[in-house]
């Protein structure tokens, strides 16, 4: 069984643009959740997106958005970035229903640098 | 709201020995916890999970943690760890019933030497 896909795995932009990340979760799960990783905060919640909708969402601003997919495949954007954005992106999959326990599957990330 | 408490940012021990991480939460309820290890530039993986039944619980690589309700604590413990055990390894809870999103500790930095 294929594991979490994450496209790009590294990326570099400047101040001000805006990035997308793309997520491929498990086949046959149709949750994905999103965290931001950074030294200093650990492992940050940003939003989880089950059968095309949104349906859990940490404390971020506005700036950072996602969406997915009819086949479960999911995106995340971050529009006017800040030096702050440098991160490690993780995407996870899981079931999001039925015997779920909170269990999730990682990808690999997508290590993204702001300059 | 949940809270995850890894009590130690960096754990460096010698190859072969013993060695215990830390983890406490918040929570009275009833809860599901789970220890994940991410080794360098990959994602995280599920090194052990417990859901209910016995309190100790063997996961991957040799690890084993104790669920103890009274203590609010899930300690990740190894007899002897190897150079290959050099990770960052996190603490994580959900809630039965709730939303399930878990809830991460801070991870702490395990450090094998040789």
Known sequence: ?115 | AQSVTQLDSQVPVFEEAPVELRCNYSSSVSVYLFWYVQYPNQGLQLLLKYLSGSTLVKGINGFEAEFNKSQTSFHLRKPSVHISDTAEYFCAVSEPGGSYIPTFGRGTSLIVHP
Request: proline share 3%; charged share 15%; glycine share 12%.
């Open chain 1, 1 to 115: 069984k294929a594991g979490v896909t994450q496209t790009p795995r590294y990326l570099i932009k400047t101040r001000g643009q805006q990035v997308t990340l793309s997520c491929s979760p498990i086949s046959g799960h149709r949750s994905v959740s999103w965290y931001q990783q950074t030294p200093g905060q650990g492992l940050q919640f940003l939003f989880e997106y089950f059968s095309e909708t949104q349906r859990n969402k940490g404390n971020f601003p506005g700036r950072f958005s996602g969406r997915q997919f009819s086949n479960s495949r999911s995106e995340m954007n971050v529009s006017t970035l800040e030096l702050g954005d440098s991160a490690l992106y993780l995407c996870a999959s899981s079931l999001g229903t039925g015997t779920f326990t909170g269990e999730l599957f990682f990808g690999e990330g997508s290590r993204l640098t702001v300059l």
